[in-house]
């Protein structure tokens, strides 16, 4: 039996209004896709309209006996009793009734098409992990920006499950005998042409991230880099197997600015990483052991660096352990991942964030330097990465709510970057930073604030409407 057989005998209940409110609902949702039963419908509210409003006693005998024979289970009520002088209907009372029930009839129809929109609208997207989707897009924006792109390869596996095996240990590189002072611009010129030097190369780097309990999780990362097309990353699992394989195009932003009021230093001898003389640069705050990098003395490729916490310890470590310059052609494997973004710089029109409202042009002193957008399902999410070269923050919008009635919530990770989300609205606002509280705290204030999602059954409509639309 096809569904219209099934609706067929509920039209006439359906006309008069007599259907239990749930099987209402089902005729309407029926009606709102089938022409051919939306005016079997129209039909039956004319014969009713006119048996109703026809007298018997005016109407000849032969005639009314066929119009109730027609109409059988159909008619309003019997002829004979019907109020007032029954006379058969003029043309012009036949246009007026029949306008009159079309509007009816469309303003059933029209009804039943509004309810099946809210029945249909699809529920807001429920983000259940949200540290770990910011941790992801953290570690993928890192990467693809050249900032340590090996422990954002590390962290993105990681965090889709790599097995990294147990924690081992990490022995700090040996404080420098001596230094000396660099400005905070030698500083940057140095690391800014660090991060932009455009060799070829294969290596293996190894990254270490602190599990908080004097431990660290560690993985390989087999690299290749080919001058002025990119890089291609492979992360190792603790069996030693290929986890997951990234490909970095060729990204150049050139900004780096070193974070006020902090000091650098560098050392007057040369040390030796992955066989090659490396000179270290070491950043301070307030006298405090920030970072350190080795940087290679002839080529100028960053080497090794280390990031310490506010003890002084060794929270992040990422160097290479073999290094061949001048040789590196990239494997074929259709199950590496593209990684890339797009610079700040490549769109500057105004409106071209999410929302039509122009993003962030900085956030606390870092500045935007690049940014990518989705859209899936219906669903759009925007990644925009605010860096000065020494300090990250990535920040992410996505429409929808977060799960268990949760409204906000902060991970800070030992030897991971912190991560802060709330709902703002229709959309779920995160930051991801490797730099300090203050700084996280800072950004957070400069975007919009936390607020309850609010879905109205006019929002539920208009979101039906568009997935009808979509599916015609």
């Not at 000065?388 to 970057?417: I, K, Q, Y």
């Amino acid at each position: 039996m096809s569904r219209c057989d099934r609706i067929r005998p509920d039209l006439s209940a359906f006309a008069d209004g007599t259907l239990p409110p749930r099987r209402w609902e089902q005729v309407s949702y029926h009606l709102a896709g089938c022409e051919s039963c939306r005016e079997e419908v129209r039909e039956i509210a004319r014969v009713c309209s006119a048996l109703s409003l026809c007298a018997r006693s005016e109407a000849p005998q032969d005639l009314t006996a066929k119009l109730e024979s027609i109409a059988g289970e159909h008619a309003a009520a019997p002829l004979y009793m019907s109020d007032g002088v029954g006379e058969l209907p003029s043309a012009r009372r036949v246009r007026t009734r029949r306008a009159a029930q079309t509007g009816a009839a469309l303003i059933v129809v029209m009804v039943s098409v509004v309810v099946l929109a809210v029945l249909v609208a699809p529920e807001p997207v429920r983000i259940k992990d949200p540290v770990s989707a910011a941790r992801q897009q953290y570690s993928t924006s890192t990467a693809a920006i050249n900032v340590n792109e090996a422990v954002g390869a590390v962290i993105l596996a990681h965090e889709r499950g790599a097995d990294l095996g147990d924690s081992t240990s990490y022995q700090r590189r040996a404080a420098p005998s001596d230094g000396a002072d660099l400005s905070a611009d030698e500083a940057a010129t140095m690391l800014r042409a660090a991060a932009d030097a455009d060799l070829t190369l294969s290596g293996v780097q190894r990254v270490w991230i602190s599990d908080g309990e004097a431990g660290y999780r560690s993985a390989d990362v087999h690299t290749t880099k080919v001058e002025g097309r990119g890089a291609q990353l492979g992360v190792m699992d603790a069996n030693g197997d290929l986890f997951s394989s990234s490909f970095l195009p060729e990204f150049h932003d050139g900004h780096v600015a070193a974070p006020a009021g902090w000091e650098f230093s560098a050392g007057t001898l040369p040390e030796q990483v992955a066989g090659r003389a490396a000179i270290r640069v070491v950043a301070s705050d307030g006298g405090r052991p920030v970072a350190s990098w080795w940087i290679d003395a002839r080529e100028g490729l960053l080497l090794w660096a280390e990031n310490y916490d506010t003890s002084g310890a060794v929270s992040l470590a990422v160097g290479y352990t073999e290094l061949t310059l001048g040789a590196g052609e990239f494997r074929n494997d259709s199950h590496t991942q593209v990684i890339a973004l797009q610079p700040a710089s490549s769109s500057e029109e105004v409106g071209w964030c999410v929302e039509g409202a122009p993003c962030p042009q900085s956030l606390a002193g870092l500045p935007l330097i690049a940014y990518s957008t989705t859209e899936r399902l219906g669903t759009s999410s925007m990644n925009l990465v605010y860096s000065d070269g020494f300090e990250t923050a990535v920040v992410g919008w996505t429409e929808g709510v977060l799960a268990d009635g949760v409204t906000s919530t902060t991970d800070r990770s030992a030897g991971m970057p912190t991560v802060s989300v709330w709902q703002a609205g229709d959309a779920v606002v995160s930051v991801t930073t490797d730099g300090s509280l203050e700084l996280l705290a800072a950004i957070t204030a400069e975007l919009p604030s936390e607020e309850p999602s609010e879905i109205t059954l006019g929002d539920r409509a208009a979101a039906g409407f568009s997935r009808l639309f979509a599916r015609g």
